[in-house]
């Protein structure tokens, strides 16, 4: 097949937690991540790239999952009101990053300031453990970890700006810390918690694609294991199992499937624990169904200590 996609380059404004801190956000499509791309091994990728009028910057893109070109990168150059149409051969299987890449400091500019996303290429004949069987899966969830460097005030207070791209030079200053401010999923702090968590039942198979552009990461299911993990995303390689937590490569995507037992709230995250829960890399799945008391029981309840 050739599948057609559509990605318009959008410069917004966006919150980025729940302290009201704001970044101009340079997406694909409007998000943060962009949106995963998914064919099959073989398939024509065509991509119409359009930078749209109002924005202020070139931009491109780079598929790591595409052969030649910079991945893309030096034929897709548009200008604001400019459109690019780019077809690429989907030859590897596995799960791979797109990003914008136009060059010098602008590129970690604009990855960090919210433009990548992914790419699923299936294998033609399915999913495969390291037997050859048949990996079948219930629900896919994409999970893209980015990381933000937001310049703050002489007060300590994170800056606001007016216009995309005002923040240049000041957000290279913190870029070269290598010092992440907020390091999240699917954009912002708290994206998939509360209302917005992820859903499952027990006896579902679930698939997290996760994807880090720019830093590595350190995925890990709390209460939960990696049961087939695809870690480089390739799915010709065979998956490693029941793993506790897996290295996503800065750069890079990959695969973890898992079959939830038990019900209950399950928080998937960046085992950096202190990205996890202080900078906001995490997010929870709900899990609905019966409790099984021989996976896990509470024997007594909490009370004093018996000697």
């Known amino acids: 097949k050739v599948v057609e996609i559509t990605l318009p380059i959008i410069e917004k404004k966006m919150q980025i937690d729940d302290e009201g801190t704001e970044i101009w956000a340079l997406t694909f499509n409007g998000s943060v991540p962009g949106p995963?791309?998914?064919?099959?091994?073989?398939?024509?990728?065509?991509?119409?790239?359009?930078?749209?009028?109002?924005?202020?910057?070139?931009?491109?893109?780079?598929?790591?999952?595409?052969?030649g070109a910079l991945g893309g990168g030096a034929l897709t150059k548009v200008l604001p009101g400019e459109q690019v149409v780019l077809r690429w051969k989907a030859t590897k299987p596995g799960v791979f990053v797109y990003h914008c890449a136009p060059g010098d400091v602008m590129i970690p500019y604009h990855v960090t300031h919210g433009m990548s996303g992914a790419v699923m290429v299936l294998p033609r004949d399915g999913l495969k453990d390291a037997a050859g069987n048949p990996v079948a899966y219930d629900r896919a969830y994409f999970i893209g970890e980015q990381d933000y460097y937001i310049p703050r005030d002489e007060d300590g207070n994170f800056k606001k700006y007016d216009l995309a791209g005002e923040d240049l030079?000041?957000?290279?200053?913190?870029?070269?810390t290598l010092t992440p401010t907020h390091?999240?999923?699917?954009?912002?702090?708290g994206s998939m918690t509360g209302d917005n968590a992820l859903r499952a039942k027990v006896g579902e198979r679930v698939l997290f694609i996760h994807a880090q552009a720019n830093r590595d990461s350190r995925p890990h299911l709390i209460g939960g294991h990696g049961d087939f993990v695809w870690e480089g995303g390739s799915f010709n390689d065979r998956p490693d199992?029941?793993?506790?937590?897996?290295?996503?490569?800065?750069?890079?995507?990959?695969?973890?499937?898992?079959?939830?037992?038990?019900?209950?709230?399950?928080?998937?995250?960046?085992?950096?624990l202190i990205e996890a829960v202080m900078l906001g890399a995490t997010a929870h799945v709900v899990v609905d169904g019966e409790w099984d008391d021989d996976l896990m029981m509470q024997v007594t309840k909490p009370g004093p200590i018996v000697s």
Do not use: C, K
């Open 36 to 67: 995963m791309i998914v064919v099959h091994e073989g398939d024509y990728v065509e991509v119409t790239l359009q930078n749209l009028p109002e924005n202020g910057m070139e931009h491109n893109v780079d598929f790591h999952s595409a052969t």
């Open 169 to 176: 030079a000041e957000s290279l200053d913190v870029m070269r």
């Open 183 to 189: 390091v999240v999923f699917n954009g912002r702090a």
């Open 241 to 272: 199992t029941n793993m506790e937590t897996w290295f996503i490569r800065g750069g890079s995507a990959g695969v973890m499937a898992y079959t939830f037992e038990q019900p209950g709230i399950y928080a998937y995250v960046n085992h950096n």
